[in-house]
């Protein structure tokens, strides 16, 4: 398998550098006539780049993945049972040369089908060539597995439940919306109070004082024998209450 995916990566890479550089160009004449190589300031350090990237891996091997280095140390730690590293170095020479083979052989092929197009034409139309193009058709159905077991469910939970639920639901009352409808209901209620006369101050006041005195007395009883949690549950209600009650009545 990784004898075949050289195969493959040598017809594809060779096929781009031959289509790009080197084979016709299928561009309209308007777009090639401002075409033109870089200048030299912009040359000058993809040419250094180009150089350290052949150069410096091949003169930087044997440190960094050579027999018997210790560059990485233990960041990539290989228990001795699975350590084929030694093993490969007596891969009889034969089967070392069959990547290479493989790389010629695709850059063979890649170098017909891109200067020689009749010839590609007439394999893809031949009779192995439709055998190949029929065996190959729809994938053998992947695609379709993948877009309903796969696709569809990661759709429909990315907008039914993370983008609605979730994000538009969940999280956006708890967040912006919910405070922004909270703090609004609040004023509004808190601000039927404010009806200007002294006895409804006076009323108010002595509710809160009444409160906060029986929260500060039996705290204590309330920690022991009572969840408090209970108690904040019980005024929320009541304010909840009054306010919705003054609300039905106004309509």
């Given at each position: 398998m990784?004898s075949l995916?050289?195969?493959f990566?040598?017809?594809?890479?060779?096929?781009?550098?031959?289509k790009?550089?080197?084979?016709?160009s299928?561009?309209?004449?308007k777009t090639?006539e401002?075409?033109?190589?870089a200048?030299?300031?912009m040359?000058?350090?993809?040419?250094?780049?180009?150089?350290?990237?052949?150069?410096v891996?091949f003169?930087g091997?044997?440190?960094?993945?050579?027999?018997?280095s210790?560059f990485?140390?233990n960041s990539?730690f290989?228990?001795?049972h699975?350590?084929?590293?030694?093993?490969?170095?007596?891969i009889?020479q034969?089967?070392?040369?069959i990547?290479?083979?493989?790389?010629?052989?695709?850059?063979?092929?890649?170098?017909i089908f891109?200067f020689?197009?009749?010839?590609?034409?007439?394999l893809?139309?031949s009779s192995?060539g439709?055998?190949?193009?029929?065996?190959?058709?729809k994938r053998w159905?992947?695609?379709?597995?993948?877009n309903?077991l796969v696709?569809?469910k990661?759709?429909?939970?990315g907008?039914?439940?993370?983008?609605k639920?979730?994000?538009k639901?969940?999280?956006e009352?708890?967040?912006?919306?919910?405070?922004s409808q909270?703090f609004?209901?609040?004023?509004?209620?808190i601000a039927?109070?404010?009806?200007?006369?002294?006895?409804?101050?006076?009323?108010?006041?002595?509710?809160?004082?009444t409160?906060?005195?029986s929260?500060?007395?039996i705290?204590?009883?309330?920690e022991v024998f009572?969840?408090?949690?209970?108690?904040?549950?019980f005024?929320?209600?009541?304010?909840?209450?009054?306010?919705?009650?003054s609300?039905g009545s106004?309509q």
């Open positions: 990784g995916s050289v195969l990566t040598s017809i594809y890479s060779f096929r781009l550098i031959f790009t550089f080197l084979t016709p299928n561009a309209y004449l090639l401002k075409a033109h190589d200048p030299f300031l040359a000058f350090p993809l040419i250094l780049l180009a150089l350290g990237s052949i150069v891996g003169l091997k044997d440190m960094m993945i050579g027999l018997g210790n990485w140390g990539l290989v228990l001795p699975n350590l084929s590293l030694l093993e490969s170095e007596y009889p034969p089967q070392k040369m990547p290479l083979s493989l790389i010629i052989l695709g850059i063979i092929i890649a170098y891109s020689y197009p009749k010839n590609a034409y007439f893809k139309t192995l439709l055998k190949i193009y029929h065996f190959l058709n159905f992947f695609d379709k597995l993948y309903d696709g569809e990661t759709l429909y939970f907008y039914h439940i993370s983008f639920t979730l994000d639901g969940f999280f009352i708890l967040g912006p919306y919910g405070i909270f609004q209901r609040s004023t509004r209620y039927n109070f404010q009806t200007g006369m002294i006895y409804h101050y006076a009323v108010v006041i002595l509710i809160g004082l409160v906060l005195i929260i500060i007395g705290w204590d009883f309330l009572v969840d408090n949690r209970l108690y904040f549950i005024l929320t209600t009541f304010l909840f209450y009054n306010y919705y009650s609300e106004n």
